[in-house]
């Protein structure tokens, strides 16, 4: 191979390489589209969590999630930017921690809707399954910021809810 055929090659590679990482960084994997990436709000979640109150966490972008999400929750999966859900795999557990970013404002309120609804889905499950549970459900709470809408189930709604907010702010939400 000539010299001038491997430069180019090599141009060619980093131009594609840097075209790759110019598009990560303007979309912003999994970002919503204000700023905050829902899977980054739940990991801080996580961080806050009693040791062993969740152990999962699926993000927008993972089959899993894609493929469920619009059953699990029955907000259009096409009305969403990002989303992620942290939850106990073990099923003993009501907790779960839900949050979405819908692509318009105005969709916000369908969300809070549809995570009631599960709310009231929860209820039902674990009044038969496990109502040692029930009383986490009883006291969920849905909130909204921006364009972000979550669902909180757990001990500590007050504790999540305010590092939830604090993240969101942090990703420059409008």
Same mark, same amino acid.
């Given at each position: 191979?000539?010299?001038?055929?491997?430069?180019?090659?090599?141009?060619?590679?980093?131009?594609?390489?840097?075209?790759?990482?110019?598009?990560?960084?303007?979309?912003?994997?999994?970002?919503?589209?204000?700023?905050?990436?829902?899977?980054?709000?739940?990991?801080?979640?996580?961080?806050?969590?009693?040791?062993?109150?969740?152990?999962?966490?699926?993000?927008?972008?993972?089959?899993?999630?894609?493929?469920?999400?619009?059953?699990?929750?029955?907000?259009?999966?096409?009305?969403?930017?990002?989303?992620? +859900?942290?939850?106990?795999?073990?099923? &003993?557990?009501?907790? =779960? @921690?839900?949050? /979405?970013?819908?692509?318009? #404002?105005?969709?916000?309120?369908?969300?809070?809707?549809?995570?009631?609804?599960?709310?009231?889905?929860?209820?039902?499950?674990?009044?038969?399954?496990?109502?040692?549970?029930?009383?986490?459900?009883?006291?969920?709470?849905?909130?909204?910021?921006?364009?972000?809408?979550?669902? +909180?189930?757990?001990?500590?709604?007050? &504790?999540?809810?305010? =590092? @939830?907010?604090? /993240?969101?702010?942090?990703? #420059?939400?409008?």
């Amino acid at each position: 191979m000539s010299r001038k055929f491997f430069r180019k090659t090599i141009a060619v590679f980093l131009l594609t390489l840097m075209t790759a990482a110019l598009a990560l960084c303007l979309c912003g994997c999994g970002k919503g589209s204000s700023g905050a990436d829902c899977r980054d709000v739940l990991d801080a979640c996580r961080k806050i969590a009693p040791e062993g109150s969740f152990d999962t966490l699926v993000c927008y972008g993972e089959e899993l999630y894609d493929e469920s999400f619009d059953s699990l929750y029955g907000i259009q999966f096409k009305d969403i930017s990002d989303g992620a +859900i942290l939850y106990s795999e073990e099923g &003993g557990r009501a907790d =779960e @921690i839900s949050i /979405v970013c819908m692509k318009e #404002n105005e969709d916000v309120s369908v969300a809070k809707q549809k995570f009631q609804e599960r709310i009231e889905a929860r209820r039902s499950t674990f009044s038969g399954y496990k109502p040692e549970e029930v009383y986490k459900i009883d006291n969920a709470s849905v909130i909204v910021q921006g364009n972000y809408a979550a669902m +909180i189930i757990s001990d500590d709604n007050e &504790g999540f809810e305010a =590092e @939830i907010r604090r /993240v969101i702010s942090e990703g #420059n939400v409008q």
